[in-house]
Protein backbone atom coordinates (compact mmCIF):
# COMPACT_ATOMS: atom_id res chain seq x y z
CA UNK A 1 0.00 0.00 0.00
CA UNK A 2 1.35 3.47 -1.18
CA UNK A 3 1.41 6.13 1.85
CA UNK A 4 0.88 9.76 1.19
CA UNK A 5 2.36 12.76 2.53
CA UNK A 6 0.69 15.56 4.44
CA UNK A 7 1.90 19.06 4.08
CA UNK A 8 4.33 20.62 7.15
CA UNK A 9 1.53 23.68 7.64
CA UNK A 10 4.42 26.36 7.84
CA UNK A 11 6.26 24.49 10.04
CA UNK A 12 10.33 25.29 9.68
CA UNK A 13 12.37 22.95 10.54
CA UNK A 14 16.75 23.13 9.59
CA UNK A 15 18.67 20.28 7.37
CA UNK A 16 19.32 17.60 10.51
CA UNK A 17 22.32 15.75 10.41
CA UNK A 18 20.68 12.84 7.87
CA UNK A 19 24.17 10.77 8.31
CA UNK A 20 23.84 10.21 12.27
CA UNK A 21 22.08 7.38 13.58
CA UNK A 22 20.45 7.33 17.20
CA UNK A 23 22.62 5.03 18.35
CA UNK A 24 25.35 3.45 16.10
CA UNK A 25 26.34 0.48 18.01
CA UNK A 26 22.96 -0.93 18.47
CA UNK A 27 23.07 -3.12 14.89
CA UNK A 28 20.10 -5.35 16.67
CA UNK A 29 17.40 -5.69 14.17
CA UNK A 30 13.92 -4.80 15.41
CA UNK A 31 10.47 -5.31 13.96
CA UNK A 32 8.64 -2.02 12.73
CA UNK A 33 5.12 -1.98 11.86
CA UNK A 34 4.02 0.16 9.32
CA UNK A 35 -0.04 0.47 9.47
CA UNK A 36 -2.05 0.74 6.79
CA UNK A 37 -3.36 3.93 5.76
CA UNK A 38 -0.36 6.10 7.75
CA UNK A 39 0.74 9.17 6.49
CA UNK A 40 4.61 9.52 6.15
CA UNK A 41 4.47 12.27 8.48
CA UNK A 42 2.62 9.63 10.92
CA UNK A 43 5.55 7.07 10.04
CA UNK A 44 8.14 9.44 11.50
CA UNK A 45 6.01 9.59 14.75
CA UNK A 46 6.18 5.85 15.23
CA UNK A 47 9.93 5.70 14.42
CA UNK A 48 10.30 8.37 17.26
CA UNK A 49 8.13 6.32 19.82
CA UNK A 50 9.63 2.78 18.94
CA UNK A 51 13.17 4.22 19.38
CA UNK A 52 14.35 4.27 15.90
CA UNK A 53 15.18 8.19 15.31
CA UNK A 54 15.76 11.39 17.18
CA UNK A 55 13.45 13.23 16.03
CA UNK A 56 10.31 13.15 13.62
CA UNK A 57 10.71 16.42 12.74
CA UNK A 58 14.63 15.47 10.89
CA UNK A 59 11.91 12.64 9.45
CA UNK A 60 9.45 15.10 8.10
CA UNK A 61 12.42 17.37 6.41
CA UNK A 62 14.11 14.08 4.92
CA UNK A 63 10.38 13.16 3.42
CA UNK A 64 10.04 16.99 2.38
CA UNK A 65 13.41 17.85 0.58
CA UNK A 66 14.52 13.80 -0.64
CA UNK A 67 11.09 13.05 -1.95
CA UNK A 68 10.70 9.89 -0.45
CA UNK A 69 7.63 9.02 0.35
CA UNK A 70 5.86 7.91 -1.95
CA UNK A 71 7.37 4.77 -1.97
CA UNK A 72 6.96 4.13 1.43
CA UNK A 73 4.54 1.16 2.17
CA UNK A 74 2.34 -0.36 5.25
CA UNK A 75 3.67 -3.69 6.62
CA UNK A 76 6.39 -5.34 8.74
CA UNK A 77 10.26 -4.54 8.81
CA UNK A 78 13.12 -4.72 9.77
CA UNK A 79 14.74 -1.57 11.68
CA UNK A 80 17.93 -1.10 13.70
CA UNK A 81 18.78 2.29 16.04
CA UNK A 82 22.40 1.68 14.13
CA UNK A 83 20.51 2.97 11.04
CA UNK A 84 20.68 6.44 9.44
CA UNK A 85 17.18 7.93 8.47
CA UNK A 86 18.20 7.35 4.92
CA UNK A 87 18.75 3.41 5.37
CA UNK A 88 15.75 3.37 7.71
CA UNK A 89 13.55 5.13 4.15
CA UNK A 90 15.43 2.64 1.86
CA UNK A 91 14.04 -0.32 4.25
CA UNK A 92 10.71 0.93 4.52
CA UNK A 93 10.58 1.64 0.82
CA UNK A 94 11.37 -2.22 0.04
CA UNK A 95 9.24 -5.33 0.47
CA UNK A 96 7.46 -5.99 3.97
CA UNK A 97 8.91 -9.14 5.83
CA UNK A 98 6.50 -11.90 4.83
CA UNK A 99 3.77 -12.86 7.37
CA UNK A 100 4.59 -16.24 7.42
CA UNK A 101 6.61 -18.86 6.00
CA UNK A 102 6.15 -22.39 5.67
CA UNK A 103 8.84 -24.67 7.98
CA UNK A 104 8.10 -28.81 7.44
CA UNK A 105 9.21 -31.18 10.09
CA UNK A 106 9.37 -34.40 8.61
CA UNK A 107 8.27 -37.54 10.45
CA UNK A 108 11.21 -39.19 11.76
CA UNK A 109 13.54 -36.53 12.40
CA UNK A 110 15.57 -35.76 15.59
CA UNK A 111 15.92 -32.76 17.32
CA UNK A 112 19.27 -32.81 15.96
CA UNK A 113 17.48 -32.44 12.25
CA UNK A 114 15.10 -30.22 13.16
CA UNK A 115 17.98 -27.98 14.21
CA UNK A 116 19.91 -28.19 11.53
CA UNK A 117 17.33 -27.57 9.31
CA UNK A 118 16.31 -24.44 11.03
CA UNK A 119 20.24 -23.08 11.00
CA UNK A 120 20.34 -24.05 7.37
CA UNK A 121 17.60 -21.65 6.80
CA UNK A 122 19.01 -18.25 9.20
CA UNK A 123 16.23 -18.45 11.70
CA UNK A 124 18.18 -19.81 15.19
CA UNK A 125 21.75 -20.12 15.82
CA UNK A 126 22.92 -23.85 15.69
CA UNK A 127 22.41 -25.62 18.81
CA UNK A 128 19.64 -23.17 19.46
CA UNK A 129 16.49 -25.36 19.03
CA UNK A 130 19.01 -28.14 20.42
CA UNK A 131 19.08 -26.34 23.76
CA UNK A 132 15.76 -24.96 24.00
CA UNK A 133 14.38 -28.62 23.24
CA UNK A 134 16.67 -29.81 26.60
CA UNK A 135 15.26 -27.17 28.97
CA UNK A 136 11.65 -28.85 29.58
CA UNK A 137 10.87 -26.18 32.32
CA UNK A 138 10.43 -23.22 29.86
CA UNK A 139 7.41 -24.86 27.96
CA UNK A 140 3.55 -25.99 28.89
CA UNK A 141 4.17 -29.23 28.59
CA UNK A 142 1.73 -32.44 27.69
CA UNK A 143 -1.01 -33.94 30.05
CA UNK A 144 0.84 -37.23 31.11
CA UNK A 145 4.21 -36.43 30.06
CA UNK A 146 6.93 -37.24 31.97
CA UNK A 147 8.75 -34.13 33.55
CA UNK A 148 11.53 -35.98 34.45
CA UNK A 149 12.98 -36.86 30.51
CA UNK A 150 16.11 -35.15 29.27
CA UNK A 151 14.57 -33.31 26.14
CA UNK A 152 11.46 -33.29 24.35
CA UNK A 153 12.53 -35.84 21.96
CA UNK A 154 9.35 -37.90 20.27
CA UNK A 155 6.36 -34.91 21.61
CA UNK A 156 7.91 -32.50 18.78
CA UNK A 157 4.98 -33.10 16.25
CA UNK A 158 5.68 -33.28 12.39
CA UNK A 159 4.13 -31.38 10.39
CA UNK A 160 4.35 -27.96 7.90
CA UNK A 161 3.89 -24.72 10.21
CA UNK A 162 3.52 -21.16 9.04
CA UNK A 163 6.00 -19.65 11.06
CA UNK A 164 6.77 -15.87 11.76
CA UNK A 165 11.02 -16.15 12.21
CA UNK A 166 11.48 -12.41 11.94
CA UNK A 167 8.74 -10.94 14.07
CA UNK A 168 10.26 -11.86 17.54
CA UNK A 169 13.58 -13.90 16.68
CA UNK A 170 14.40 -13.75 20.06
CA UNK A 171 11.38 -16.10 20.88
CA UNK A 172 11.08 -17.67 17.53
CA UNK A 173 12.66 -21.12 18.81
CA UNK A 174 10.55 -21.25 22.17
CA UNK A 175 7.33 -20.51 20.51
CA UNK A 176 7.93 -22.71 17.72
CA UNK A 177 8.53 -25.65 20.14
CA UNK A 178 5.80 -24.39 22.22
CA UNK A 179 3.77 -24.96 18.31
CA UNK A 180 5.34 -28.14 18.23
CA UNK A 181 4.14 -29.66 21.55
CA UNK A 182 0.39 -28.08 21.17
CA UNK A 183 0.45 -29.95 17.86
CA UNK A 184 0.96 -32.96 19.61
CA UNK A 185 -1.49 -32.38 22.08
CA UNK A 186 -4.03 -31.40 19.58
CA UNK A 187 -3.76 -33.69 16.99
CA UNK A 188 -2.92 -36.88 18.76
CA UNK A 189 -3.16 -36.90 22.44
CA UNK A 190 -6.84 -35.56 22.85
CA UNK A 191 -7.99 -37.66 19.85
CA UNK A 192 -6.59 -40.56 21.79
CA UNK A 193 -7.79 -40.23 25.11
CA UNK A 194 -7.34 -42.79 28.04
CA UNK A 195 -6.30 -44.61 25.37
CA UNK A 196 -2.65 -43.63 25.80
CA UNK A 197 -3.04 -44.52 29.56
CA UNK A 198 -2.79 -48.25 28.90
CA UNK A 199 0.75 -48.00 28.01
CA UNK A 200 1.75 -44.86 29.63
CA UNK A 201 2.45 -42.16 27.76
CA UNK A 202 6.45 -41.80 27.43
CA UNK A 203 6.70 -45.12 26.37
CA UNK A 204 4.03 -45.07 23.89
CA UNK A 205 6.06 -42.53 22.44
CA UNK A 206 9.00 -44.43 22.41
CA UNK A 207 7.92 -47.52 20.69
CA UNK A 208 6.10 -44.92 17.84
CA UNK A 209 9.52 -43.44 17.49
CA UNK A 210 10.55 -46.89 16.50
CA UNK A 211 7.70 -48.04 14.31
CA UNK A 212 8.83 -44.87 12.11
CA UNK A 213 12.22 -45.74 11.64
CA UNK A 214 11.43 -49.43 11.14
CA UNK A 215 8.72 -49.55 8.69
CA UNK A 216 7.59 -46.92 6.15
CA UNK A 217 4.54 -47.90 4.97
CA UNK A 218 1.75 -46.30 7.52
CA UNK A 219 -0.77 -49.82 6.92
CA UNK A 220 2.01 -52.30 8.17
CA UNK A 221 2.63 -50.08 11.09
CA UNK A 222 0.00 -51.96 13.61
CA UNK A 223 2.00 -55.26 12.87
CA UNK A 224 5.40 -53.99 13.40
CA UNK A 225 3.92 -52.45 16.68
CA UNK A 226 2.67 -55.31 17.56
CA UNK A 227 5.74 -57.39 17.38
CA UNK A 228 7.72 -54.43 19.19
CA UNK A 229 4.83 -54.76 22.53
CA UNK A 230 5.33 -58.38 22.16
CA UNK A 231 8.46 -58.59 22.48
CA UNK A 232 9.14 -55.90 25.11
CA UNK A 233 6.22 -58.09 27.33
CA UNK A 234 8.29 -61.23 27.13
CA UNK A 235 10.96 -59.73 28.36
CA UNK A 236 12.90 -60.33 24.95
CA UNK A 237 15.46 -58.09 23.72
CA UNK A 238 13.79 -56.01 21.05
CA UNK A 239 17.19 -55.95 18.67
CA UNK A 240 16.15 -53.03 16.43
CA UNK A 241 18.83 -51.23 14.90
CA UNK A 242 17.46 -48.15 14.31
CA UNK A 243 17.94 -47.32 18.53
CA UNK A 244 21.65 -47.81 18.04
CA UNK A 245 21.66 -45.42 15.04
CA UNK A 246 20.30 -42.55 17.19
CA UNK A 247 23.45 -41.02 18.51
CA UNK A 248 24.87 -41.05 15.82
CA UNK A 249 25.76 -37.16 14.60
CA UNK A 250 24.92 -38.87 10.79
CA UNK A 251 21.82 -40.87 10.58
CA UNK A 252 23.61 -43.16 8.16
CA UNK A 253 27.33 -43.32 9.18
CA UNK A 254 27.71 -47.36 8.62
CA UNK A 255 31.33 -47.06 10.52
CA UNK A 256 29.69 -45.76 13.79
CA UNK A 257 26.53 -47.79 13.92
CA UNK A 258 28.67 -51.31 13.58
CA UNK A 259 30.52 -49.75 16.65
CA UNK A 260 27.21 -48.62 18.44
CA UNK A 261 25.88 -52.45 17.88
CA UNK A 262 29.06 -53.72 19.67
CA UNK A 263 28.99 -51.22 22.73
CA UNK A 264 27.29 -52.90 25.94
CA UNK A 265 27.35 -49.37 27.14
CA UNK A 266 25.42 -47.65 24.93
CA UNK A 267 22.19 -47.08 26.29
CA UNK A 268 20.30 -47.39 23.02
CA UNK A 269 21.80 -50.44 22.00
CA UNK A 270 18.94 -52.61 22.03
CA UNK A 271 20.53 -55.88 21.14
CA UNK A 272 22.75 -55.98 24.04
CA UNK A 273 20.52 -54.31 26.93
CA UNK A 274 17.11 -55.20 27.55
CA UNK A 275 13.96 -53.26 27.70
CA UNK A 276 13.22 -49.75 26.21
CA UNK A 277 15.88 -47.13 24.74
CA UNK A 278 15.70 -43.96 27.21
CA UNK A 279 14.25 -41.21 25.11
CA UNK A 280 12.10 -41.77 21.46
CA UNK A 281 14.94 -41.97 18.67
CA UNK A 282 12.94 -39.10 16.69
CA UNK A 283 9.73 -37.57 16.47
CA UNK A 284 7.04 -39.98 15.10
CA UNK A 285 3.95 -39.00 12.81
CA UNK A 286 0.47 -39.37 13.75
CA UNK A 287 0.23 -43.08 11.68
CA UNK A 288 3.25 -43.79 13.74
CA UNK A 289 1.73 -43.05 16.69
CA UNK A 290 -1.92 -44.71 16.15
CA UNK A 291 -0.03 -47.73 15.49
CA UNK A 292 1.70 -48.10 19.06
CA UNK A 293 -1.54 -46.85 20.70
CA UNK A 294 -3.69 -49.36 18.81
CA UNK A 295 -1.24 -52.26 17.63
CA UNK A 296 -2.01 -55.09 15.99
CA UNK A 297 -2.12 -58.58 17.60
CA UNK A 298 -0.29 -61.55 15.11
CA UNK A 299 1.52 -64.97 15.23
CA UNK A 300 4.70 -63.04 14.65
CA UNK A 301 7.66 -62.28 16.54
CA UNK A 302 10.01 -61.25 14.06
CA UNK A 303 10.77 -59.32 10.65
CA UNK A 304 12.82 -58.08 8.34
CA UNK A 305 12.74 -55.60 5.12
CA UNK A 306 14.05 -56.68 2.10
CA UNK A 307 16.15 -55.08 -0.28
CA UNK A 308 13.17 -53.05 -1.91
CA UNK A 309 11.99 -52.47 1.74
CA UNK A 310 8.84 -54.98 1.93
CA UNK A 311 8.17 -56.56 5.39
CA UNK A 312 8.63 -59.76 5.95
CA UNK A 313 7.74 -61.18 9.88
CA UNK A 314 8.65 -64.29 10.88
CA UNK A 315 6.61 -67.03 13.63
CA UNK A 316 9.90 -68.42 14.92
CA UNK A 317 13.79 -67.52 15.07
CA UNK A 318 13.89 -70.48 12.42
CA UNK A 319 11.49 -69.02 10.14
CA UNK A 320 13.32 -65.36 10.85
CA UNK A 321 16.83 -66.92 9.73
CA UNK A 322 15.33 -68.67 6.50
CA UNK A 323 14.25 -65.11 6.10
CA UNK A 324 17.94 -63.56 6.41
CA UNK A 325 19.28 -66.52 4.09
CA UNK A 326 15.99 -65.91 1.38
CA UNK A 327 16.42 -62.07 1.05
CA UNK A 328 20.27 -61.74 1.80
CA UNK A 329 19.65 -59.51 4.94
CA UNK A 330 22.22 -59.55 7.45
Request: net charge negative.
Amino acid sequence: MILTLVSLSGCSLLPPDLDKALDPSDTQTRVFIVPAGSSGYRVGDLLEVAGFIESTNHWKWFLKNEQESNCLKAGDFLVAPSMTIPEISEVLCGPPIPDDEPFTVLEGWRIREIDEALAAKGWADAGEYTAAASNLSLFTLPQDMAGDLPNLEGYLFPDTYMVEPNRDPDNFVRRFIQRQLNAFRDQFLIPAGATVNLRGLNDLVIVASMVQREEPEPSLMPIVAGIIWKRLDNDWHLGIDATSHYSLLEWNDRAGLLAALRDPDDPYNTRLRPGLPPTAIGNSGLDALNAAMSPEHSRYWYYLHDSNGRLHPARSAAEHEANRRRYNVY
